[in-house]
């Protein structure tokens, strides 16, 4: 039971976080809404071991969305502060 209880805070957690960092999508993409989508397609999840593949992915595209906030982040300094080339 601890380790259910364990698991549904862990997915809370990234699901609130995923959603403050969807914040600065484009409303054109509809991040909140397929988040959303996504969490209840495994809601009805109980075993662990998928409750636990499910997260991973969520992990993963939390890395995934921070890095592209980089790369947006890069590009924009980078056409800001042009370099001595050409």
């Not at 957690?13 to 969807?22: D, F, P, T, V």
């Not at 939390?62 to 800001?80: D, G, N, P, V």
């Amino acid at each position: 039971m601890a380790a259910r209880s364990s698991q549904r805070l862990r997915a809370l957690a990234l699901y609130k976080e995923l959603h403050r960092l969807g914040r600065e999508f484009e409303p054109s993409y509809d991040f909140h809404g397929k988040l959303r989508r996504l969490f209840e397609k495994n809601r009805h999840l109980t075993d662990e071991g998928e409750i636990e593949k499910a997260i991973q992915f969520g992990e993963y595209i939390k890395h995934e969305t921070l890095a592209l906030y980089s790369l947006r982040k890069y590009r924009h300094l980078r056409r800001m502060y042009p370099s001595g080339r050409g």
